[in-house]
């Protein structure tokens, strides 16, 4: 069964303290991968999408990276406002299951300053 | 670009009663998706439109659940005969046919006493 498993559930940080967060996946037919920010009460946020193994995207203070079966949120010197929680979601290929995104459960991130 | 809009923002009702909610995706997107999200948990895909047919539908959404598209525009989300379980954000995202970003709305809140 195709899986999308994030860890941690929730991380604490300093202010200025970098970290990585994690989404494994087990699929068939990856098509790409996507990192959204939810803030709570509201819906999800576009932050990046991956194709492909060895790609990486920036923006501010994060770095989306993909290998072959997971991926890495990086956030380099966090500051309060990072706090969120943060969604890795899979898309399948076409030819399996439509064009459905498959959702982890997110990890929760809270930057204290 | 105003974005995927939701209304109504927050539905308390009783359980038992039948509920409908909204969804206006970004101008000229094709594809429509809902998706419900639990507290702690991330989307689940329910069903997605192209233009006005509707092509999935996830095993999660029972026949109490119906959802519309009818002039390729605007979805309608309605539920029949609520329950308890039904409590939830209700997620709607758009993009365009060959596109693969989903752009998600606000969500509406469901709560069903």
């Known amino acids: 069964e195709d899986q999308v498993t994030q860890s941690p559930e929730a991380l604490r940080l300093q202010e200025g303290e970098s970290s990585s967060l994690n989404c494994s996946y087990t699929?068939?037919?990856?098509?790409?991968l996507f990192w959204y920010r939810q803030d709570p009460g509201k819906g999800p946020e576009f932050l990046f999408t991956?194709?492909?193994a060895g790609e990486e995207k920036e923006k501010e203070r994060l770095k989306a990276t993909l290998t072959k079966k997971e991926s890495f949120l990086h956030i380099t010197a966090p500051k309060p406002e990072d706090s969120a929680t943060y969604l890795c979601?899979?898309?399948?290929?076409?030819?399996?299951?439509?064009?459905?995104?498959?959702f982890g459960e997110g990890t929760q991130l809270t930057v204290n300053p | 670009d105003t974005g995927v809009s939701q209304n109504p923002r927050h539905k308390i009702t009783k359980r038992g009663q039948n509920v409908t909610f909204r969804c206006d995706p970004i101008?000229?997107?094709?594809?429509l998706y809902w998706y419900r999200q639990t507290l702690g948990q991330g989307p689940e895909f329910l069903t997605y439109?192209?233009?006005?047919?509707?092509?999935?539908k996830s095993r999660l959404l029972s026949d109490r659940f119906s959802a519309e598209r009818p002039k390729g525009s605007f979805s309608t989300l309605e539920i029949q005969r609520t329950e308890q379980g039904d409590s939830a954000m209700y997620l709607c995202?758009?993009?365009?046919?060959?596109?693969?970003?989903?752009?998600f709305g606000p969500g509406t809140r469901l709560t069903v006493l």
């Open positions: 101008s000229e997107h094709n594809r």
């Open positions: 699929v068939s037919g990856l098509r790409g």
């Open positions: 979601a899979v898309l399948f290929s076409f030819t399996t299951s439509g064009s459905r995104l498959t």
């Open positions: 995202a758009s993009t365009l046919l060959g596109a693969d970003t989903q752009y």
């Open positions: 439109f192209q233009n006005e047919a509707q092509l999935e």
């Open positions: 991956l194709y492909s």
